[in-house]
């Protein structure tokens, strides 16, 4: 029993050694594309920021990967969590959305921020600066509204 006990916890830690040397695609591009939503929409300096410190890392195609991500199985679920964050929405794809889209992930903003939904709270325990102040999310959502009726009056979709 004891040697078979012994024998697991070695092939584990091999396991756990070995799986550190697994390549792994990060989300890091940092070049903005034509499609970002900062070169089809203004996006005033101040909101820019609030979405770069608490959105961008999981809804944008450039993430910063914290020293933790380095260690597997970790890596691997921060990068599944990043893409099912870009899944949703990707602001650095977000001009290639077409307009009902956009009117939609932009009420999604502002309708997961005011129900406490985003930034999750897995998150912001870590990235403490990406918590928003109530003006934080009253400065987002209220600029999310107006570029949806924006849009909407654009494509004129009721």
Known sequence: MKATLKRTVI????GIVLVQFLPLKKNSDTATGPADITKVYTVPDNVHQVLQKACY??????????????????????????????RHLNFAEFGSYISKRKIKKLKEVSGT??????????????????????????????????????????????
């Open 113 to 158: 921020i005011n129900e406490g939904e985003m930034p999750l709270s897995s998150y912001t325990i870590i990235h403490t600066n990406a918590r928003l102040s109530d003006e934080e999310k009253v400065l987002v959502t209220t600029w999310a509204a107006s570029l949806a009726k924006q849009i909407a009056d654009t494509a004129h979709i009721q």
């Open 11 to 14: 092939v584990f830690a091999i």
């Open 57 to 86: 890392d999981c809804h944008s195609n450039n993430t910063t990967y914290p020293w933790y991500s380095h260690v597997q199985p970790v890596g691997w679920w921060l990068n599944d969590h990043v893409k099912e964050g870009k």
